[in-house]
């Protein structure tokens, strides 16, 4: 939580650029409620608390500016260089450029953060990582609150979009009628305290498909981990996957997904934002691979070390208000690429 790359987390895109409005998540804030949820699962399994807490709060320290959209720009961009994808570049944050204490890089993370923090990893990158990365390659699991962490943050973000989505006027009350997670808890609120609206209503039944969620998951998971009769961590590692949902709630959580990706991560006025977004991080990139110089020094001199992932690092360190300031200094207010205006 002290780590420079945890306070850029708060004007860092969920789905809506910062200056859209005040109330909108963050990636810091979607952060801290992943967090939040992750602690009340491994409380109720007996997990390690305190472990679980740190994989949610460092899983998105690589995410780039303006979400997913920054991040397909500029794996774009870095294709020649390996690409990139934030996962890895959350455990590249804790690993190597976090600069915290005068004998080491990085944050002096145990093995099983690190491992929780990397979600997925294709062959080839896993065989540059050492230990961390040879579950991928060995196909075996990582800790119970690895995979429950990974769950958390899917029930966070499932929820919050959902009352981001209402708040922003791009998703509409009756639309949610037809996604069985929320028209049933909505039926529910509603019984109990008629004539319920606006905020009041939307909150309640968010809080309540939370509670459904968070519930079976720690049932489900608690029945998976007593079938398979698992003792230690190796065994949990040789498992099959522990955490999870049972089908029914699984089908219900996929269902909202389904619903959020097709009317709100795609709802025009979304992606005409984003496509800007993209716009952005390709002219920020082109340009300084054009002219380095216009790096800030230590950036600048990681060139020489590291070659062009040192201009990979700096655009996936910048929050959206200090890549579109980058950006107007570079290019102009008046310049013809595409910006977001502010």
Same mark, same amino acid.
């Given at each position: 939580?002290?780590?420079?790359?945890? &306070?850029?987390?708060?004007?860092?895109?969920?789905?809506?650029?910062?200056?859209?409005?005040?109330?909108?998540?963050?990636?810091?804030?979607?952060? #801290?409620?992943?967090?939040?949820?992750?602690?009340?699962?491994?409380?109720?399994?007996?997990?390690?608390?305190?472990?679980?807490?740190?994989?949610? @709060?460092?899983?998105?320290?690589?995410?780039?500016?303006?979400?997913?959209?920054?991040?397909?720009?500029?794996?774009?961009?870095?294709?020649?260089?390996?690409?990139?994808?934030?996962?890895?570049?959350?455990?590249?944050?804790?690993? $190597?450029?976090?600069? =915290?204490?005068?004998?080491?890089?990085?944050?002096?993370?145990?093995?099983?953060?690190?491992? !929780?923090?990397?979600?997925?990893?294709?062959?080839?990158?896993?065989?540059?990582?050492?230990?961390?990365?040879?579950?991928?390659?060995?196909?075996?699991?990582?800790?119970?609150?690895?995979?429950?962490?990974?769950?958390?943050?899917?029930?966070?973000?499932?929820?919050?979009?959902?009352?981001?989505?209402? /708040?922003? !006027?791009?998703?509409?009350?009756?639309?949610?009628?037809?996604? $069985?997670?929320?028209?049933?808890?909505?039926?529910?609120?509603?019984?109990?305290?008629?004539?319920?609206? !606006?905020?009041?209503?939307?909150?309640?039944?968010?809080?309540?498909?939370?509670? $459904?969620?968070?519930?079976?998951?720690?049932?489900?998971? /608690? =029945?998976?981990?007593?079938?398979?009769?698992?003792?230690?961590?190796? $065994?949990? &590692?040789?498992?099959?996957?522990?955490?999870?949902?049972?089908?029914?709630?699984?089908?219900?959580?996929?269902?909202?997904?389904?619903?959020?990706?097709?009317?709100?991560? =795609?709802?025009?006025?979304?992606?005409?934002?984003?496509?800007?977004? /993209?716009?952005?991080?390709?002219?920020?990139?082109? /340009?300084?691979?054009?002219?380095?110089?216009? @790096?800030?020094?230590?950036?600048?001199? =990681? #060139?020489?070390?590291?070659?062009?992932?040192?201009?990979?690092?700096?655009?996936?360190?910048?929050?959206?208000?200090?890549?579109?300031?980058?950006?107007?200094?570079?290019?102009?207010?008046?310049?013809?690429?595409?910006?977001?205006?502010?």
């Amino acid at each position: 939580m002290h780590c420079t790359a945890f &306070r850029r987390l708060e004007y860092k895109t969920q789905v809506f650029v910062n200056h859209e409005g005040d109330l909108f998540r963050t990636r810091l804030t979607h952060s #801290i409620e992943v967090a939040q949820i992750a602690r009340s699962i491994a409380r109720n399994l007996q997990l390690s608390e305190d472990l679980i807490e740190a994989i949610a @709060l460092a899983h998105d320290l690589g995410h780039t500016p303006f979400g997913h959209a920054g991040q397909d720009a500029l794996n774009e961009c870095a294709r020649p260089w390996g690409g990139f994808e934030h996962n890895l570049q959350s455990l590249r944050v804790v690993d $190597e450029l976090e600069q =915290r204490y005068a004998a080491f890089d990085g944050l002096n993370l145990s093995f099983e953060t690190r491992e !929780g923090i990397l979600k997925h990893c294709s062959p080839a990158q896993a065989r540059q990582l050492g230990e961390v990365g040879e579950r991928f390659l060995n196909q075996r699991r990582p800790s119970l609150e690895a995979q429950v962490a990974n769950l958390a943050d899917e029930i966070a973000y499932n929820n919050h979009d959902v009352d981001d989505g209402l /708040r922003s !006027g791009l998703i509409e009350l009756a639309q949610l009628q037809s996604i $069985e997670l929320f028209e049933r808890h909505c039926h529910d609120v509603l019984q109990r305290y008629p004539g319920l609206a !606006g905020r009041r209503l939307v909150h309640e039944t968010i809080r309540r498909m939370i509670d $459904e969620l968070v519930t079976d998951l720690v049932d489900e998971t /608690r =029945r998976r981990v007593a079938e398979a009769g698992v003792r230690s961590i190796d $065994e949990v &590692r040789a498992a099959p996957p522990l955490a999870g949902f049972s089908p029914a709630v699984a089908e219900r959580s996929a269902q909202l997904k389904r619903f959020l990706y097709t009317n709100l991560y =795609r709802h025009p006025r979304v992606t005409e934002v984003m496509e800007h977004a /993209r716009n952005i991080v390709r002219d920020l990139f082109g /340009r300084y691979l054009a002219e380095p110089a216009l @790096l800030p020094d230590e950036h600048r001199q =990681r #060139i020489d070390a590291i070659g062009e992932r040192a201009i990979v690092d700096y655009i996936a360190g910048m929050t959206d208000r200090f890549a579109l300031r980058e950006h107007r200094r570079l290019f102009g207010a008046s310049d013809g690429s595409a910006r977001i205006p502010a």
